[in-house]
Each structure stands twice: as structure tokens, then as C-alpha cells.
């Protein structure tokens, strides 16, 4: 098994809506992440899972919130939606979170594309 | 806090141009250096990388160095080609907690034939 994948592909959600996106990950990744990239940026931080608990979280709101499992998915929810999160949200994976993780470098699914109405 | 700088674009070469993307950055300690590629509709593909300073990271013909001294990671290659057609991310990962990406604004390159 390998790469990340992420479903759905696309995605149009009305405002005030709820959304759930999911992200597979590859066997052994114990630390995932998720970045939401607004067009024509680059991905901004939303949180970072490490073997099921939060261990990190960048500038989002608690309506942005997540799971992961112990089979390496995971999920990004967002509540309450807003025009603001129509984006790209890209989910990472890496098998460390240590020094040693920092070097591999994460990787990346192809994201979900959603469209907030 | 961390950051990353990187030049604006687009950038517009011919096919077998020299292409060269600036990248600064600031940071505390000593942070992994990566470039990224993200192709039209694609998420992110790592390019390269380097871990400490004067590590040159190189793969499929593009090249950078970690430059301590100048806090930069400046990508290169020799020769573009119109499938380098992409926007190109310089990112550092912070090692001070989480250790979450900081990516750049990204720099689209555009070769044409």
C-alpha cells in the first residue's frame, strides 16, 4: 500500500453546512496532517494528529476539528461552513514525528477541493 | 516567527532555459529545507530536500543548496523543459513543537516551447 489518498475529490457545501473529508494514509504513517490551501496561496497548518491525539494545531478556528484511527485514516471536519473555507485541504503523512521524521519530509494526497455557497 | 520567502511570479522561460526561484527564509534553530511541485488540479509532490547547512538537494535535474549563512534555499536548473510547467513551493519544517510545514506563497514557472 502506498501514497496517500483522499476523498471525495470535490466537493459543494452550502454555508452553515457541515463537511467531513477523509485522508488514507500509508501503513506505518503514525503522524498526519492537515493543510488548507486558499488559491493562489500556499497550504496553511490546521492540526497535526501523532498516533490519535492532536499534538498540534495552527491559527483555525474549533469548528475545524479532526480524528484519526488506528488503520491510519483520518478526518478533517468543519462545521458552520463559511465562504472562506471554499480551498484545497491537502492531508500529509509521515511515519515520525521526530527529528528523524522531520527529515523525511510528509506525503502529501492530492486533496479535496471544496466549494463553500 | 518562522517564515518562508519566496520570489513572486510567474516566471516565464523557453524550453532549456537556465531557471532560478529564490527562497529565504527565517528560523529558529536548524530547520529541513524542501522544495515542493504542485501540477494544475495535483496536490504536492516533494521535489527535494536538505537537512542541515551546505546539504545540496537535487532530483530530476533541479538542484538546491541549504545556505546557513544567507538563510537561503534558491532552486536551480540548468535546463526547463515545458513538463516543468508547475508552481513550485520552498518550505521549512519547524522543529520548535509540531512539526508542521511552513511553506512559501509558491512561484508559478511557466516554460513555453
Known amino acids: 500500500e502506498t501514497g496517500v489518498t483522499q476523498s471525495p475529490t470535490h466537493l459543494i457545501k452550502t454555508r452553515g453546512q457541515q463537511v467531513t473529508l477523509r485522508c488514507s494514509s500509508q501503513?506505518?504513517?503514525?503522524?498526519v496532517s492537515w493543510y488548507q490551501q486558499a488559491l493562489g496561496q500556499g497550504p496553511q497548518f490546521i492540526f497535526q494528529?501523532?498516533?490519535?491525539?492532536?499534538?498540534g494545531r495552527g491559527n483555525f478556528p474549533p469548528r475545524f476539528s479532526g480524528l484519526q484511527f488506528p488503520n491510519y485514516s483520518s478526518e478533517l471536519n468543519v462545521n458552520a461552513l463559511e465562504l472562506d473555507d471554499s480551498a484545497l485541504y491537502l492531508c500529509?503523512?509521515?511515519?515520525?514525528?521526530?527529528?528523524?521524521?522531520?527529515?523525511?519530509?510528509?506525503?502529501f494526497g492530492s486533496g479535496t477541493r471544496l466549494t463553500v455557497v | 516567527g518562522n517564515s518562508v520567502t519566496q520570489m513572486e511570479g510567474p516566471v516565464t522561460l523557453s524550453e532549456e532555459a537556465f531557471l532560478t526561484i529564490n527562497c529565504t527564509y527565517t528560523?529558529?534553530?536548524?530547520?529541513?529545507l524542501f522544495w515542493y511541485v504542485q501540477y494544475p488540479g495535483e496536490g504536492l509532490q516533494l521535489l527535494l530536500k536538505a537537512t542541515k547547512a551546505d546539504d545540496k538537494g537535487s532530483n530530476k535535474g533541479f538542484e538546491a543548496t541549504y545556505r546557513k549563512e544567507t538563510t537561503s534555499f534558491h532552486l536551480e536548473k540548468g535546463s526547463v523543459q515545458v513538463s516543468d510547467s508547475a508552481v513550485y513551493f520552498c518550505a521549512l519544517i519547524d522543529t520548535s513543537g509540531t512539526y508542521k510545514y511552513i511553506f512559501g506563497t509558491g512561484t508559478r514557472l511557466k516554460v513555453l516551447a
Open positions: 500529509a503523512s509521515s511515519p515520525e514525528t521526530s527529528i528523524r521524521g522531520s527529515s523525511y519530509g510528509y506525503t
Open positions: 501503513s506505518g504513517h503514525n503522524t
Open positions: 528560523a529558529t534553530g536548524y530547520p529541513s
Open positions: 494528529y501523532y498516533r490519535e491525539e492532536e499534538n
